[in-house]
C-alpha cells in the first residue's frame, strides 16, 4: 500500500492561528455543512435538499469565542 502523503496546495496565504475560516450552516436542509467564510460572512453555497443559493448566505458570523 502506498503511504505517500498528499499535499494541499492553498491558492493564497495561511490565515493566522485561530482566524475563523469556516463554519457550519445553520441551516436544517444544509445538515450541518461546513462552508467558507467570506468577507466575515457565511459564503455562498446550496445543497441538494433546497433548490438555489442558501437564505444564510451572506449572514454575518460574529466570532464569541474567548478571547476571539
Do not use: F, K, Y
Not at 50 to 67: A, K, M, N, Y
Amino acid at each position: 500500500m502506498d503511504q505517500r502523503v498528499s499535499r494541499r496546495h492553498r491558492a493564497g496565504p495561511v490565515p493566522p492561528v485561530g482566524q475563523l475560516v469556516a463554519v457550519r450552516c445553520p441551516s436544517v436542509l444544509c445538515q450541518n455543512m461546513l462552508v467558507a467564510l467570506d468577507g466575515g460572512a457565511i459564503g455562498a453555497h446550496s445543497s441538494l435538499a433546497h433548490l438555489g443559493q442558501c437564505t444564510w448566505s451572506g449572514v454575518g458570523i460574529h466570532d464569541d469565542r474567548e478571547g476571539g
